[in-house]
Structures are given as structure tokens and as C-alpha cells.
């Protein structure tokens, strides 16, 4: 199983931006689906944006406007660039990846995907 790496979080204030970026432990490994989720206490993790390896994007629709997922898969990461950030953007948010599922057409649900970060915490103050 691989490990993957979190990046990029911190504190920022209502309208600031922050990119998050995801790398794995070990440079060989290659995924086929890649994708950000959030989570709150007490609240299930919530499904933000993936990409597949052909570059196919989806997003939640409540975020698209404000955030966008790449991957820069020379450089074998997946980062989230997140703009105009509110205090409800405020989570844990988890990079998570897959070597076999796709995602291509759609958001797999956490419990698809293999591999996980331990997470990094964004928190935005108004």
C-alpha cells in the first residue's frame, strides 16, 4: 500500500488561497485515479474534485469556481489549488489515489480507493 504525502495547509483568512499538493513515498508508483476529499469532525469525508491519468477532471459543484485539481504526473504529484477560501472551507483534507480504479466519469466514493495521506488541515478565519 502505498503512502502518500500531504502538503500545503495552514491558516488563512476569508478570501485567501492556499494550494494543497499530494506525493507518494515511493517515486515508481503510478495512479491511475487521484483525488482530494475533506473531512470535518463528526461529518463523512466529502468528495472534492479527482483526476484520472488521462487528465479527466470532476469537482464537486459547490467548489468548482473556487477550486481546481491538476496533476503533474512527471513529477508524479496531484495538487488542489484553492481560491476565495471561506471559514466553511475549513477541514482535514486527505489526498487519496488508486493504481486500478478509474475516474474517469466520476468522483469514486472514499471507500474505492487504496491509498490515503494522513491529511492536512486548512483553516480559514473570517
Known amino acids: 500500500q502505498a503512502q502518500l504525502m500531504e502538503s500545503g495547509g495552514g491558516s488563512v483568512q476569508s478570501g485567501g488561497s492556499l494550494t494543497l499538493s499530494c506525493t507518494p513515498s515511493?517515486?515508481?508508483?503510478?495512479?491511475?485515479?487521484m483525488a482530494w476529499f475533506r473531512q470535518t469532525p463528526g461529518n463523512k469525508r466529502e468528495a472534492v474534485a479527482s483526476i484520472n491519468s488521462d487528465g479527466t477532471t470532476h469537482s464537486a459543484q459547490s467548489l468548482a469556481r473556487r477550486f481546481t485539481i491538476s496533476r503533474d504526473n512527471a513529477k508524479n504529484t496531484l495538487y488542489l489549488q484553492m481560491t476565495n477560501l471561506q471559514p466553511d472551507d475549513t477541514a482535514m483534507y486527505y489526498c487519496?489515489?488508486?493504481?486500478?480504479?478509474?475516474?474517469?466519469?466520476?468522483?469514486?466514493?472514499?471507500?474505492?480507493?487504496?491509498?490515503w495521506g494522513q491529511g492536512t488541515q486548512v483553516t480559514v478565519s473570517s
Open positions: 515511493k517515486d515508481y508508483i503510478t495512479f491511475r485515479c
Open positions: 487519496a489515489a488508486d493504481r486500478r480504479v478509474s475516474c474517469r466519469f466520476d468522483v469514486p466514493p472514499p471507500s474505492r480507493l487504496a491509498d
